[in-house]
């Protein structure tokens, strides 16, 4: 299905200083946020107690604080709303046996005068498993990176891995940087958000690359930008409806998701827009200034061609025995 409808290859490449410097700034500017910001790790990561509470009609916020604050087990603990006015969370990075052994009947005597209500949730993770979690979920996210590097590598030529590779730490650190600046949990659905936009980003980047590499072979011009140009004109309408297709999805998920799963969407939204601009606006510049010769790529698949031709012929001599 073609939403657009062009006569002439648009001119992405002329503009790719201008897209690279907003690039640069915003990339930046979030590894800025996490520096200064830093991330707000969720007790997955930090180790703690989360305490959700239900009122049956709107929830007395400022009192429960009040209380909270004057138990010393709960010292440092955050009281907010959890999507609705009736729903509250108590958070504290506490997560000894004291709070673990009775947290559900220690909130419930502690709140019983501010109205009826009930403890719908009571999570708790230790310092120790936190940090582990943390521990791994880095780790899946180098190994990630380390296995796409390689597949590319052999997928492609070692430019397009170079440049799919600069493409998805943009689209990861602008991602983190939004995450800081909005200190959102971090929490084990976060890093899966982060993990997916890494897919996201890669299959988009691929699917340009794919027609890159056709156009190198079918299109006339022996000028890389102007092959990246119309390479990526043709893939512009599906790229469109992709991202469109996922975007909206992951709005709805954002907009009527719940507080749950709001970080998670929030992640992918950032993730998506990025995904798309980086794959476009990052890797293909970055292909054409590592001086990818189309002249010498098409030389060589002149000779793998030839090649797999003489090959063809000796197997076939070999078997009408005339070799």
Do not use: C
């Not at 290859?9 to 640069?24: D, E, L, R, W, Y």
């Not at 915003?26 to 180790?47: Q, W």
């Not at 000894?96 to 999570?123: C, N, P």
Request: glycine share 8%; no cysteine; hydrophobic share 50%.
């Amino acid at each position: 299905m073609e939403v657009f409808k062009y006569e002439k290859a648009i001119g992405f490449m002329a503009n790719a200083k201008k897209t690279a410097t907003v690039s640069a700034f915003l990339v930046i500017a979030s590894l800025v946020l996490l520096f200064t910001k830093g991330l707000n790790y969720g007790i997955d990561f930090a180790g703690g107690t989360i305490i959700q509470v239900k009122y049956e009609g709107v929830a007395p916020i400022e009192k429960v604080r009040s209380i909270v604050a004057q138990d010393a087990k709960y010292a440092g603990a955050t009281v907010t709303k959890f999507g609705t006015d009736s729903e509250i969370v108590i958070r504290t990075k506490e997560a000894s046996k004291s709070i673990s052994g009775g947290a559900k009947v220690e909130v419930q005597k502690m709140l019983k005068d501010t109205g009826t209500f009930e403890i719908r949730r009571v999570d708790l993770v230790g310092p120790a498993v936190g940090e582990e979690l943390k521990t791994k979920g880095l780790l899946s996210m180098f190994f990630s990176i380390l296995g796409i590097l390689i597949y590319l590598s052999f997928r492609f030529e070692w430019r397009f891995a170079v440049a799919s590779i600069v493409a998805l730490i943009h689209d990861v650190s602008i991602a983190m940087g939004m995450l800081a600046l909005f200190q959102v949990d971090i929490n084990l659905p976060i890093l899966a958000a982060i993990l997916t936009i890494l897919g996201y980003s890669l299959n988009d980047t691929v699917i340009v690359f794919d027609r890159i590499r056709e156009g190198i072979r079918t299109i006339k011009s022996p000028n890389m930008s102007e092959v990246i140009d119309e390479s990526v004109t043709h893939t512009l309408s599906r790229t469109t409806l992709t991202s469109l297709t996922t975007f909206f999805v992951v709005l709805t998920l954002f907009l009527f998701g719940g507080e749950i799963i709001h970080g998670f969407s929030f992640t992918l939204l950032v993730g998506v827009v990025v995904g798309t601009y980086s794959s476009i606006f990052v890797a293909s510049p970055i292909l054409m200034w590592l001086n990818f010769s189309v002249t010498e790529f098409r030389e060589k698949e002149a000779a793998a061609t030839k090649r797999q031709k003489e090959r063809e012929k000796q197997r076939a001599q070999f078997e009408q025995g005339t070799i």
